[in-house]
């Protein structure tokens, strides 16, 4: 199968890397000219990406190419982004209603574009709040939760002199377990149930800047369950109505109360779609083909119970927007060999020339994360600890509180019946 994969930043071109040793014949096109070294020398890198060519798959790895993406669909089966994609992934107010639309639970949220109103709001509610930028010029790396009433005004003190924000919500902090649900949905059904546990802070005990993902504990659930019946289950028949096809993950905090929304991702996470790729019992490329093209997928049994992994960078991730010296090219990775990747994910990482040695390319210091599975949450994180351990890279910097954090919130959704 000849693959199109064409990309903005190069986040999940480990993935093509995995279609390629599959068999797959992948073409990568990063659109991001500072991105463009992720993977190079490990996949086929072209220039540009047009949607006429003798593919017969594109997979988009990222939202925020939605009118590409549905052009490209027109003519071939496309995965990975849609205009809806991006409607979904971005704007948080549409998001937060369609939830409400489909019976989702949600905690009490308030638009504002004027900053005096939320300051009024604040102090009015007294409670605890979530911060999250909306609309186009929104910086998604402002969200912020706040410890408590108080702490969201010294935020929004800092914030609206150095970053102001036009348009943002105030959304009420709902305490419990967080857990994300994810498909594979197209118009005959959905596929692959599985749960991602992450880590978010970039040090141990959940503090320092929120990464996105700091490591990732990802399982397939082998029936429906509560989690998925009360929250992402809702909203598959409305997103099918509209056209959706492709990944849609459901961000939620689970609690005595039920299951609260909190925002979708209609795309491949990347530390969390690496991990079930050693979960699936079929080839990723031809499970990505097969809801491309509204085929019925066959009972999928995973290989594994669990799947573990740890995000490795090096400094100055997680700072964005940094003038390009500070980002550093040609740290070696030792340890690490393209033969081994079938086991480790990676993303600022390149083929050192006329080697099989790898170094970073210089894009951001997230270098990637070992892929380690086990029949038990303790296995898994096990063979995560050896793989990280036989890694070395000058200025790495990980987690180590993974195992306790995971296994906690594991054992709190299993113990409170959540995932019968």
């Known amino acids: 199968m000849r ?123 007294g409670t605890r709040q979530v911060f999250k930028p909306v609309g186009e010029q929104a910086d998604k790396s402002t969200t912020y939760v706040s410890s408590s009433a108080e702490d969201m005004l010294r935020y929004f003190d800092v914030l609206f002199r150095s970053t102001p924000q036009k348009e943002f919500v105030l959304q009420e902090v709902v305490d419990g377990t967080e857990v994300s649900t994810e498909v594979y949905l197209n118009d005959t059904g959905y596929y692959a149930l599985n749960h991602t546990l992450e880590l978010k802070r970039l040090m141990n005990g959940d503090v320092g800047p929120n990464t996105g993902c700091s490591g990732s504990l990802c399982w397939m659930a082998p029936t429906e369950n509560q989690i998925f019946t009360k929250g992402l289950k ?24 039920g299951v609260y929304g909190l925002e979708f991702c209609a795309r491949f996470g990347y530390d969390a779609t690496a991990p079930l790729t050693k979960l699936l019992s079929v080839g990723f490329g031809d499970f990505l083909y097969a809801i491309a093209t509204n085929q019925k997928v066959p009972e999928l049994v995973p290989r594994h119970s669990f799947c573990a992994t740890t995000r490795l960078s090096i400094p100055p991730y997680p700072s964005e927007g940094l003038p390009e010296k500070f980002y550093k090219q040609g740290v070696p990775i030792e340890g690490l060999k393209p033969d081994m990747l079938d086991k480790f994910f990676i993303y600022d990482v390149m083929a050192k020339e006329d080697s099989d040695e790898l170094e970073s390319a210089g894009i951001c210091g997230w270098i990637g994360g070992p892929l380690a599975v086990g029949e038990t949450i303790g296995q898994a994180w096990e063979g995560a600890k050896d793989m990280v351990s036989q890694v ?15 296994a906690r919130r594991y054992e709190e959704l299993r113990s409170n019946g959540w995932l019968r």
């Not at 849609?248 to 005595?256: E, F, H, Q, S």
């Not at 070395?392 to 995971?406: A, E, F, G, L």
Request: hydrophobic letters at 35%; one cysteine or more.
């Open 3 to 125: 693959v199109a994969w064409p990309s903005n930043f190069g986040e999940g071109l480990w993935l093509a890397w995995l279609l390629g040793q599959e068999g797959h014949e992948v073409s990568v096109s990063v659109a991001e000219p500072s991105c463009r070294n992720a993977l190079r020398g490990i996949v086929n890198h072209v220039e540009d990406f047009s949607p006429v060519g003798d593919y017969d798959l594109a997979v988009f790895d990222v939202t925020g190419q939605g009118e590409l993406a549905d052009r490209t669909a027109a003519l071939i089966p496309t995965i990975g982004d849609s205009s809806l994609a991006d409607r979904l992934e971005d704007d948080r107010l549409y998001a937060l209603e369609f939830m409400e639309q489909c019976g989702i639970q949600v905690s009490p949220w308030e638009h504002f574009t004027n900053p005096a109103d939320a300051i009024r709001y604040i102090k009015k509610q």
């Open 234 to 257: 809702k909203a598959l028949g409305p997103l099918r109505e509209l056209g959706y096809r492709g990944p849609i993950d459901l961000n939620t905090i689970v609690n005595r109360s």
């Open 392 to 406: 070395k890279i000058p200025n790495c910097q990980y987690r180590t509180d993974c195992p306790q954090n995971t």
